[in-house]
């Protein structure tokens, strides 16, 4: 069925005309449209609002434009942030997760219109279900939404734009200097947990031994939990009993491997960010620890140890996007709006979002610089290992040659690698020719060991869905 019933027998007990067009399943509304050719700017969304009581609000806009909350605070008198996905489900208890329709009567929620999707002939959107598209001529949508209000609540989506028209970023430059004026200002850079700096000393004392660090490691029950899973994965062959975080540096993953696992783990927890979206929690992890795999796996296949550790290349796989979760962080609500239109928009690279970033308030000129810059800095300021700083500062840098280019451009291979298989924020113009790495990898080569380490999904999946709980 390609109809939620409730929509449906809304739309025909009140008997409105409408079209139901099927299709093949597909999360995102964006690529749908392209697929359809159906201008965005037809297309209509329901983005669900809450104010400080608690009350629910549909803003309903074009998947063309973004929301402007700055418009419907003054609007309306009251603030609002972005309802999560448990509140939504609550409201469309029959509906798929991402394919809310925007007819708010059906559901008895308040909303608000943007009028500038009555002025195209023909309106489309989501029918409840995410293989199905509900269009109605434009006159029918006005009249069900008659009783609400209507006014410019969003702004025309530059990030729909073209890639070199978007790329001009008013007033944003990428300098150090930059970055730590707008950090300062924003006055609240978060320290690094005290597991981490533990961690950080262990690895800066030549004297640290295997059971130092397992010691460490297991003052923290959860991150130990961790270390243990991921020894165990199949990914390793061990076939034996591991039962003690010392059994699984000895044995299984080594001293420079655990010490980066406890060292990413401890550091993330300096952050309170959202779980879900495409830039939430959840999907930093996965995206994270599949960076990190492949990282080390082809660090193992370089087999350069005197030049290029393993265990580093994970490391710096796993923190090098840690600039978003303190995007996140520091400017909640802001981030929840840019999460939005990563969500709208899963063909458009991240870094095009944020050179694209407006309405986004105090948030806006800090978010443009980029999620590189921001946690390249942080991380500078925590004294991290300097191949992983670089590798946060420089990863969308192909340009790059610096003293740590090697950590740099494996987690650049990586990171387009995993770009074919939706993994990560490089969207679809992230590709892999035979150039790319060659000085460290033929391109067959790190191919082999990518599908290597698909093999593992499950594991990894896992993995990452424990450590963003």
Known sequence: MSIAASLQQYLEYHQIPYELHTHAEESSLSRLGVELGIDPVQI??????RSARNATLMAIMPLSHSLDLNRITALLRRDFDYLDDAGIAKWFPDVQSGA??????????PAILERRLLKVPRVFFRAGKRNGL???DTAVFEQLLNAYPKAVISNPDRASVVPEAA?????????????QACLEKANRLP??????TRIIQLLSDPATSATDLADAVELDPSMAAQVLRYAGSPYFGYRGRIESVQDAITRVLGFDLVSSIALGIASARAFTVQQTGPLGLKAFWKHALYCAVVSQSLARKINRPEQINPGMAYLCGLLHNMGVLLMGHLFPTEFQLLNHRAEQHPETPLKQLEKSAYGLGDATALIALGHDQIGGYLLEQWHVPEAVSACAYHHHDNQYAGAQADYVHIVQLANRLLAQRGIGDLGVSAHVDAHFGASLISLTAAESVFEKVMEMCTEIDSLAEHIAA
């Open 191 to 196: 320290a690094m947990p005290v597991m981490a």
């Open 100 to 109: 809310e329709p925007p007819l708010p009567a059906t559901y008895g929620i």
């Open 44 to 49: 209509a969304v329901p983005v669900m609002l």
């Open 167 to 179: 790329t001009a970023v008013e007033g944003a430059a990428h300098s150090v200097a930059q970055v």
């Open 134 to 136: 509900v269009s109605m």
